[in-house]
């Protein structure tokens, strides 16, 4: 349970109809499977005890006795397994008969809850055999026990806060408005269901869908089991679907047919995270029991972690992310260039993957303005070469401003630095900060006053990674009249421009290839032998581990430990220990140091979920201190 990481275990054991012995003799092997697998929470179908294709027999006294000898027998197994286990059987209860789950705990029965929707159409008919809950929570008498009866309750871990389960019984998740809406409103984290859901074709891909949809709306973990093959096939067929579903991503399945044990690490750490973030759930709602249980931590975390979370892993999907992230880059850029009647955007181009990129960009926006602006609308790459510009680069730069039928410019700032650096009385041959800034500020002053000249509106290059870490000079680089790459993170602005390199002409096409293999450089340093020297990454850390750290901190809210734990499993093999924590230090004490340069950026839409910017995403004041999240990373 060590940072909100939650073993969860969905079982479909196999059964045969009424016949309680054999089933319970299979949930028991099942449980210590999972107890095995470090499970805290384990979740069997709907009936299991019993079957739930039983029919009238559960109108017999002697399977709803069999059945409590099998609750007994199940609880009796479970004594010594800490582990919060629900499992689903017909109650009598008031001269009724309830469909019910029992949630156990080592050796004690801590509640019963029964099911508040019984479908009554098609295949179902469960309003003939089952009663309708009560509309209040009651204490009943069960097996010689006092245990809670409702449906409003809540097991909660005496070991970690967050981790909060309520329960619903399968048609409970198919109505417009399920139960667990509450639950989640009350403050469960954790949503099981013990489901008898048939099998049809196309069913599981929308049951899949259904529990994404509503954790995602609920910001939940959805533990779902059905019923197996074990069940009665004379007029249905079930495949025992296990899924394991947080906040709208599917973490584990089983294949259907297959009764075998699903396993997964959630993350209610997170999920709380999310609802923090949100004021949208809901009044909490007042009459909930709570139920505390005790759990045991483990220490083995199996869950995996996107080592590249901004970029999709397939293929076909990486392409159509790369297509939509540049037609909205595109819009956006073009709204603006239309609001303010610019004739031409202007831009820095310096060879490297954000300055071309924003140069992609801008040759898209310029075919959605209106055909009136679009006529005489000039997109104008500026090269400004000074002391470490090599001829790579600058040839690039050029070549790629004149393949996209972009305006070409040239403007040396050698002498106009060096001149501002001897009226400064700045040392000579000292490669200082200074030094460094100097430069940016004068390009951005050159791009400004050409922009002024000509009407048009500067377009910057900075991306997400680099506003990130403060990766640029305030009052340069920092500054521009529309930060097109703004939320875009550097990971995903290669794969952007290897995308337009295969969709483009040849001699586009390979320019840019060159373009991806240049080594990632401010170009502020003298450089030695035409070669460059100032790597960006030999100052901030590799891009993959801080678009890696920078997507877990803000997307998910964890912590500077919780980051060092999920980066070793991710890298395992790529970074050291020793390099995790080295970058992780530099990403925490850049980040906070470099706020202020964030709280004054300029305008850029929103891209992705994760955003920098102070109206649509971070917003904290620049003079905040980020002492807690330093010392956390300084032990790391």
């Not at 199996?302 to 076909?316: C, G, H, I, T, Y």
């Not at 000039?378 to 040839?395: L, S, W």
């Not at 373009?515 to 460059?532: A, R, V, W």
Request: aromatic fraction near 8%; proline fraction near 4%; charged fraction near 25%.
């Amino acid at each position: 349970m060590k940072d909100g990481f939650i073993k969860v275990a969905s079982i479909s054991p196999k059964v045969k109809v009424a016949d309680v012995s054999y089933n319970v003799g299979e949930i028991c092997n099942d449980l210590d499977k999972a107890y095995q697998l470090g499970a805290k929470v384990v979740v069997f179908p709907e009936m299991c005890i019993t079957s739930y294709t039983a029919g009238d027999m559960f109108f017999h006294k002697t399977l709803l006795d069999k059945a409590l000898w099998g609750l007994e027998a199940i609880l009796k197994h479970s004594l010594g397994k800490k582990v919060l286990t629900f499992v689903g059987m017909p109650l009598n209860l008031f001269s009724n008969v309830y469909n019910v789950a029992v949630a156990l705990c080592d050796g004690k029965i801590l509640g019963v809850i029964p099911k508040s929707n019984r479908p009554n159409y098609s295949e179902f008919g469960e309003k003939r055999v089952f009663a309708p809950p009560l509309d209040k929570t009651i204490e009943i008498d069960l097996l010689q026990r006092k245990v809670p009866f409702g449906t409003k309750l809540l097991f909660k871990c005496n070991q970690a806060k967050d981790f909060v389960v309520a329960c619903e019984i399968c048609e409970d998740v198919w109505v417009s408005q399920p139960p667990s809406i509450q639950h989640t409103s009350a403050g469960a984290t954790v949503v099981v269901n013990l489901s008898a859901s048939n099998e049809v074709v196309g069913k599981a891909e929308f049951r899949q869908k259904l529990l994404e949809v509503h954790s995602g709306k609920t910001h939940c973990a959805y533990v779902y089991s059905s019923a197996s093959v074990g069940e009665s096939t004379a007029d249905l067929i079930f495949s025992g679907h296990c899924l394991i579903v947080e906040d709208g991503k599917t973490l584990a399945q089983s294949q259907l047919f297959s009764q075998t044990i699903t396993t997964a690490d959630v993350d209610v750490e997170y999920l709380t995270h999310v609802r923090r973030n949100s004021n949208t759930n809901g009044d909490v709602p007042q009459d909930y029991q709570a139920v505390y249980f005790d759990a045991e931590d483990y220490g083995k975390l199996e869950r995996e972690f996107l080592a590249n979370p901004f970029v999709p892993s397939d293929k076909e999907q990486l392409a159509k992310r790369c297509e939509l992230v540049l037609t909205m880059q595109a819009h956006s850029l073009a709204k603006r260039l239309q609001h303010v009647n610019a004739k031409c955007a202007v831009l820095g181009i310096s060879g490297g993957l954000d300055s071309s990129l924003a140069l992609l960009v801008a040759t898209r926006a310029k075919q959605l303005l209106p055909l009136e602006q679009q006529k005489d609308f000039k997109v104008v790459g500026i090269t400004m070469p000074c002391f470490g510009t090599t001829d790579r680069t600058r040839e690039n730069s050029k070549t790629l401003t004149k393949l996209l039928g972009a305006e070409f410019m040239k403007i040396s700032i050698k002498t106009s630095v060096s001149r501002h650096l001897m009226d400064i009385k700045h040392p000579k041959g000292v490669h200082d900060v200074t030094y460094e800034n100097a430069q940016a500020r004068e390009r951005t002053q050159v791009l400004m006053d050409v922009a002024n000249m000509r009407g048009g509106l500067v377009v910057g290059t900075g991306d997400l990674s680099e506003i990130a870490l403060g990766w640029s000079t305030f009052n340069g680089d920092q500054m521009s009249m529309y930060g097109v790459n703004g939320n875009v993170p550097k990971t995903l602005i290669r794969h952007l421009i290897a995308y337009e390199a295969q969709r483009l002409k040849k001699g586009v096409q390979k320019t840019l290839m060159d373009i991806l293999d240049t080594p990632i450089s401010p170009e502020l340093l003298p450089h030695k032998d035409n070669k460059i020297v100032q790597k960006s990454e030999d100052k901030i850390g590799p891009y993959q581990l801080q678009d890696f750290f920078l997507f877990y901190f803000i997307r998910y809210g964890y912590s500077p430990r919780k980051l060092y734990r999920i980066a070793q499993i991710t890298f395992d093999g790529v970074y050291t220990k020793e390099e995790i924590s080295k970058w992780l230090k530099v990403f925490v004490n850049r980040f906070f140091s470099q706020q202020f340069k964030r709280s004054c950026s300029p305008d850029c839409a929103k891209i992705g979920t994760v955003t920098l910017s102070a109206r649509g995403g971070w917003n904290v004041p620049s003079d905040a201190t980020g002492k807690a999240w330093q010392e956390e990373a300084d032990l790391m």
